[in-house]
């Protein structure tokens, strides 16, 4: 879907309070609507897998589904796959700090463990739920989980989709991937939804990483990179779709990041263009349970 951002800038300075309301509203409607249907099949797919690549929302977008689910008396836990990586030798250290280790492929998963857990899970058996230490690259062990009957599991991760990463039972599992699907229209231009959720990564990187948005900028391509290769592929097999793009973002995102791109330069000339165009909304405008608070906290 295009979306031309004059017509985002109309609504926000017609009445800003209300159509930053509505905005949140129709995401969250597009949850509601899957947590509702993924409630008439929790006995026989107790396991929902949610994925989408870097900056699509998944965090927010998990909790949202397990406090709606929870809310409706169905007890539901969120797992996150990255608790299950694979400690790294002194080798994939080295490798790491030299920028030779591709962090976005699935061979970073303990498979093994994962289906493992996720087997004793829908049986209702007890396990151990790691947990990773990303600090020292290491694992640790967790508490002792033991889901009870007809209580639900989102497991959330960027491999979640893959067969060859989640061997049980797709009959066992309900699917949902999410990602910014919307491209926004300025005069010539059209803005990649990619390059919305590069904003993203940059907003949250800059307030949780203390990262420049230059350095964000400069990883960016090995992160697209492995969702071409990693994420995409397996899109297709999930049973919901969720468009996480919030048409208000850019003017919150504007206040934030807008004289940092235009210091980049050509690189950034596109999302710098979109964002002096934008209609600036006021952080304190939004909601403490919107979506894009995941990003700029």
């Known amino acids: 879907m295009n979306v031309n951002i004059f017509d985002i800038n109309q609504a926000v ?28 099949h929790r006995e026989e797919r107790p396991i929902i897998l949610l994925s989408g690549p870097s900056g699509s929302g ?44 591709d962090f976005e492929s699935p061979d970073r998963v303990d498979i093994g463990l994962l289906n493992e857990q996720l087997e004793s899970m829908v049986k209702c058996e007890p396990v151990t739920l790691p947990k990773y230490d990303f600090v020292h690259s290491r694992r640790l062990m967790g508490n002792v989980f033991t889901r ?10 960027i491999h979640v989709l893959n067969p060859d990463v989640i061997t049980i039972p797709d009959e066992e599992t309900a699917k949902i991937y999410i990602s910014v699907r919307t491209r926004i229209v300025c005069d010539d231009l059209i803005l990649h939804p990619s390059k919305i959720r590069l904003v993203r990564r940059m907003i949250r990187d800059k307030s949780h990483r203390g990262r420049s948005a230059k350095v964000t900028l400069d990883l960016f391509p090995s992160v697209e990179l492995g969702a071409e290769r990693y994420i995409m592929p397996f899109k297709t097999r999930s049973t919901y779709d969720v468009d996480t793009f919030i048409s208000y973002e850019l003017g919150v995102y504007k206040n934030i990041l807008l004289d940092e791109l235009r210091a980049i330069g050509n690189s950034v000339s596109d999302l710098v263009q979109v964002l002096e165009q934008a209609k600036s909304v006021p952080e304190k405008s939004i909601s403490e349970d919107s979506l894009i608070r995941e990003f700029i906290g």
Request: hydrophobic share 35%; glycine share 4%; net charge negative.
């Open 13 to 40: 300075q017609a009445d800003c309070k209300e159509y930053l309301a509505a905005t949140d509203h129709a995401y969250n409607l597009q949850v509601y609507n899957i947590a509702k249907d993924i409630c008439t």
């Open 148 to 157: 009870k009957p007809g209580e639900m599991i989102v497991l959330e991760g």
């Open 58 to 101: 998944k965090t927010t977008t998990a909790m949202m589904l397990e406090c709606l689910l929870d809310e409706w008396g169905y007890e539901t836990h969120t797992l996150s796959m990255d608790n299950y990586f694979i400690p790294l030798s002194q080798e994939e250290k080295r490798m790491a700090k030299e920028g030779n280790l």
